[in-house]
Every structure is written in structure tokens, then in C-alpha cells.
């Protein structure tokens, strides 16, 4: 069974997340929100790199991508060898990045804090290396509002985590932005349909330094 469960974690995910992610409804979301982007952007889970295509390379002078699967950085090659902005690629936890200080401009977080281990560490390795005027850009997906939607989203939580990379249904990713010492300009929660609430509640927002 350990076996089977490498080869599924290794080979199969990765390409079932990143069919999920790359669907018409969240890519149009991606653009919306990707295309704000300026400057040095660090982007934490860049993954498959679906975020690249939606850079304006007249705002854009650079991107770093945070990712630690190497399986998932391997599937943003063509991404890379496409866009005209200089794209640099990091296998790392985004707990714990080989990054200076008082770095990036704006920080693209997408798809990315339902799946890391520790958001509130992650948050806080974000506002270590953004410019103390850095803004971070959030597309999300997470906590349902609805009583029932939440029941759901916690019966399935543990075998959806273990099913697609470590991604938790039920958290709340503007909470877990607040809670870091962020402030919103911006904020959105909405269902994105045709996905139900379980899956389909989304989180968007602009936050800088409270």
C-alpha cells in the first residue's frame, strides 16, 4: 500500500489538482485577481505555475515562486518557457523561505492556505519578506457559510486532505489573514458556481500590514 500511495501522491495529485484548478471558472477568477500583481511578486504554492499566464508584464518585473512538491514544479515548465517576466522557481516550504527580508512588493496567495500546514507561520514568513508596504493578493477557497455546508465540509475534510495534497475544506482564509496582523482593503466571500457551497465557497481580498 505505501507504494501504491507514493505513486498516487508522486504522479497521480498532482495532475488531479491541477485539472481542478485550471477549470473555466477559477481561471477567470486567477485572471481577475492575478492581474493586480506589480513589481517583484512572491508567490507562495506557485505550483503547476497556472498563475503565470495572467501576469501583466507591464507591471511585472519578476516573479519568485514558493513551492515545496517538486512534482507540481515540474508541470510549470511550459508556463515558465512562455511569459516574457523573469520567473524564478523555489523548492521550499513557504514556512520557512531562503528569502531576505523586505523583499517583494505584493505576495500572490491562491488556492494555496487550505493546504499548508501551518497558515499562521506561512503569514507570517509573508510579512518577513514583503516591503512594509507589500500587499498581499488572496484567491481562496474555504469555510462555507451555511450550517449544513459546514457539516459537510468537516464529514469530508479528512479523506479530501489526504486525497489532494494536504488541501483542508474548512478553513477560513481571510480569519487566518486578520489574525496575522493584516488589515483588508478589499474583501469578498462568494459561492463559485456550478460548485456548492462544500466546495465552491471562495475568499478574495487585498490585505496590507494592520
Known sequence: ???VSNFYHRRVAPRVVHHLCSCAQITRQRQEVVSQAFGLVLEIGIGSGLNLP????????RVIGVDPDA???QLSATRRESTSISVEMI???????????????????????????????????????????????LCEH???????????????????SRLMLGCNLNRDPNALVLQSGFRFLQQERFVMRPFPPMLGTHYTGVAVRA
Open 54 to 61: 495572467h501576469y501583466d508584464p507591464d507591471k511585472v518585473e
Open 71 to 73: 512534482s507540481m514544479l
Open 142 to 160: 474555504g469555510r462555507a457559510t451555511g450550517r449544513m455546508s459546514r457539516g459537510m465540509q468537516s464529514a469530508a475534510n479528512g479523506a479530501w
Open 1 to 3: 500500500m505505501t507504494n
Open 91 to 137: 523548492q521550499a516550504s513557504a514556512a520557512e523561505m531562503p528569502l531576505e527580508s523586505g523583499l517583494a512588493d505584493c505576495a500572490m496567495i491562491t488556492y494555496t492556505l487550505c493546504s499548508v500546514q501551518d497558515p499562521r507561520r506561512v503569514l507570517a514568513e509573508v510579512a518577513r519578506v514583503l516591503k512594509p508596504q507589500g500587499v498581499i493578493y
